[in-house]
């Protein structure tokens, strides 16, 4: 039976599932806008092309809005979101993929082994964060997926239960200022200035806020941001770096540039510089790779791991293979080439889907083609940032760049369930699935 296999449950999977199987049912009912308009024979696909979707998930989590209070809700169910469209799932963790006999190996949550054949394979396994091989690593949170942000969120609200920390009856300075001693109880380390350290940063001090606040403590929080870097926030270019230092000292939270962890304790951190930071929560944002599965196909990787992919987000050298999201780095015209991002996944799975079902058809192909690079941040209680371009041109800050990033994450970004018409034609690869432009 030929069949498009997709690996990967996230926003890449899904729309690429979506778009193959969109592809697919367009063709065998001679659709306008599916093969006939590509190039190929409408009415040439039978009903025996299907799409299967390989994870071992059975959510598909808004891994954007994982830095968020209660991340155990942001996750909805695959099986509404692809099983009305015909889509069908295989629950099991893939361990092995043989592009030459074209089939991969999978084992499910009993342990047990199977193999699945494909005619073409769509490979979106995501990214996974990269943690530090350091003294007191297992102390280190993330938001990196589900479970890490589930634990950090329980261990937030554990927090007035800890022991009471000696420094935490210290007296103020004769400046008023909280002591350097604070309370480690109420403090918190982010290493890693990126998109998302900052949001975990801004989002944390209203976090422990709220949850100090019923035990008296509120003012007494101290959220610390670290990073490698010289500047804190440099990746995400100069235009935007006097908006993010405005926020965090707004929120009043303390930047540590040109220094990084070395150490984790259950209530301490220690810096490179040798300096010691009381703080019961330590959270790690840097440094992010392609999941492991893309390293089982062959080709060229870059140094994240990513597959190399051409236009057609083809793995370069591998037949009926297509890599999207965070396993793939693909052009985006102007030199430039996609970065992990949500606003990449969802298109880049589009495309790859498509074409994967166009190759199964006889179809052309659709040259990948995102829309505008955008930087888009949350800023806690400090407003947002959003920005456009590679030069990261600044066109809102505050109240109302937060209100675009909440449209983004809190409604554009989720696939509509329980309606499979719906989800095949958002899966168009000529729709946006985000707008071009605020409003």
Not at 187 to 197: D, K, L, P
Not at 200 to 225: F, K, Q, S, Y
Not at 412 to 435: K, N
Request: charged fraction near 20%; proline fraction near 7%; charge should be negative.
């Amino acid at each position: 039976m030929p069949e498009i296999v997709v690996v990967g449950g996230g926003f890449a999977g899904v729309w690429a599932a979506a778009a193959a199987a969109r592809l697919l049912k367009e063709t065998r009912q001679g659709v306008p806008g599916g093969a006939g308009e590509t190039g190929g024979a409408a009415g040439t696909a039978g009903p025996e092309h299907t799409v299967r979707l390989v994870t071992p998930e059975d959510d598909m989590v808004i891994r954007p809005r994982l830095y968020e209070a209660d991340p155990h809700t942001m996750r909805v169910p695959l099986d509404r979101i692809l099983g009305p469209a015909g889509v069908r799932r295989t629950a099991a963790a893939v361990t092995a993929i043989d592009t030459d006999w074209r089939t991969l190996t999978a084992v499910d949550r009993t342990g047990g082994a199977r193999e699945i054949a494909y005619d073409g394979l769509v490979l979106a396994t995501g990214s996974r964060l990269v943690r530090p091989e350091i003294p007191g690593a297992g102390h280190l949170h993330d938001v990196d997926t589900l479970a890490g942000a589930t634990a950090l969120d329980a261990h937030l609200h554990a927090l007035p239960d800890f022991p009471e920390d000696q420094s935490e009856n210290l007296p103020e300075d004769q400046s008023g200022n909280t002591p350097t001693a604070a309370p480690a109880r109420w403090t918190a380390v982010v290493v890693g200035s990126g998109a998302t350290g900052l949001e975990v940063a801004t989002e944390l001090v209203r976090r422990l806020r709220t949850i100090a606040a019923p035990h008296g403590a509120a003012d007494r929080v101290r959220v610390v941001l670290v990073e490698r870097a010289a500047a804190v926030g440099a990746s995400l270019g100069a235009p935007a770096a006097p908006v993010i230092a405005r926020a965090l000292a707004g929120l009043g939270i303390e930047t540590r540039a040109g220094v990084t962890v070395t150490a984790v304790e259950a209530g301490a951190v220690t810096l490179s510089d040798g300096s010691r930071l009381p703080a019961r929560t330590a959270v790690w944002t840097a440094g992010v790779r392609a999941a492991e599965p893309a390293g089982l196909v062959p080709g060229r990787h870059d140094e994240a791991g990513r597959l190399e992919v051409d236009a057609f987000l083809r793995v370069t050298g591998v037949p009926g293979v297509w890599a999207a999201g965070d396993a793939a780095t693909a052009p985006t015209g102007h030199g430039h080439r996609t970065v992990f991002s949500c606003q990449y996944a969802i298109p880049l799975g589009k495309f790859a889907g498509h074409n994967a079902a166009a190759a199964l058809l006889g179809v052309e192909p659709e040259p990948f083609a995102p829309g505008p690079y955008v930087i888009c941040l949350d800023l806690g209680d400090a407003g947002g940032l959003y920005a456009t371009g590679w030069e990261r041109a600044v066109q809102l800050t505050g109240d109302e760049a937060k209100k675009y990033k909440r449209a983004v994450t809190e409604q554009w970004i989720y696939p509509p369930l329980d309606d499979g018409p719906e989800l095949l034609r958002q899966a168009d690869h000529r729709l946006r699935t985000r707008r071009s432009n605020p409003v």
